[in-house]
């Protein structure tokens, strides 16, 4: 399959943790990686190869996985963490990325 | 500062062709495997191509197989995609993305994109 699922929409208390989600076949298979998009902005890479954090992104962002699903947690969420958030990964063929269809984040 | 420049966005008629280009600065851009990455208005993230160091590999999301053709110039640190027999589905905001940490790779630089919109 190459398919990434996410949920639409989840929401968080301010200072609460919350995990996104992502379910695929070929997470069995390959990493993903997460991108945080704010509106009217480009996205930003957040995560990659799983659980690696780019320099500049708040250790407060964290990934994990397990079987078919990879998890982006945000640890005590903070106002401007509000956002779109995708993962992306490969296809099945390996050749192909592919992203998940989004998680919109509302910190409360 | 590392950056990505997309242009060459705008309005064209169904049918139609353009081309897109994105300028690389502050970085070996030869040393970067490339790709586009595509947002329709209010939609989420579809990748759309992908071209290796030396364009000796390259891929398309099959939205696009047959009508886009991704290139690139490491002499002029550019990046293109060109666009034939462009569909009202095509329209959207056009990235490039910069191709990094190894095999499994990530996109870790991404240009401000261009707004392409295909419309009669």
């Known amino acids: 399959s190459s398919e990434l699922t996410q949920d639409p929409a989840v929401s968080v208390a301010l200072g609460q943790t919350v995990r996104i989600t992502c379910q695929g076949d070929s997470l069995r298979t390959y990493y993903a990686s997460w991108y945080q998009q704010k509106p009217g902005q480009a996205p930003v890479l957040v995560i990659y190869?799983?659980?690696n954090r780019p320099s500049g992104i708040p250790d407060r962002f964290s990934g994990s996985s397990s079987g078919n699903t990879a998890s982006l947690t945000i640890t005590g969420a903070q106002a401007e963490d509000e956002a779109d958030y995708y993962c992306?990964?490969?296809?099945?063929?390996?050749?192909?990325?592919?992203f998940g269809g989004g998680t919109k984040l509302t910190v409360l | 500062e590392v950056q990505l420049v997309e242009s060459g966005g705008g309005l064209v008629q169904p049918g139609g062709s353009l081309r897109l280009s994105c300028a690389a600065s502050g970085f070996t851009f030869s040393s970067y495997r490339m790709n586009w990455v595509r947002q329709a208005p209010g939609k989420g993230l579809e990748w759309v191509s992908y071209?290796?160091?030396?364009?000796?590999?390259?891929y398309y999301a099959e939205s696009v197989k047959g009508r886009f053709t991704i290139s690139r110039d490491n002499a002029k640190n550019s990046l293109s995609l060109q666009m034939n027999s462009l569909r009202d589905a095509d329209t959207a905001v056009y990235y490039c993305?910069?191709?990094?940490?190894?095999?499994?790779?990530?996109?870790?630089?991404w240009g401000q994109g261009t707004m392409v919109t295909v419309s009669s």
């Open positions: 993305a910069r191709d990094d940490y190894g095999d499994n790779g990530a996109f870790d630089i």
């Open positions: 190869g799983e659980t």
């Open positions: 071209i290796s160091r030396s364009s000796s590999t390259i």
């Open positions: 992306n990964s490969r296809d099945s063929s390996g050749n192909h990325r592919v």
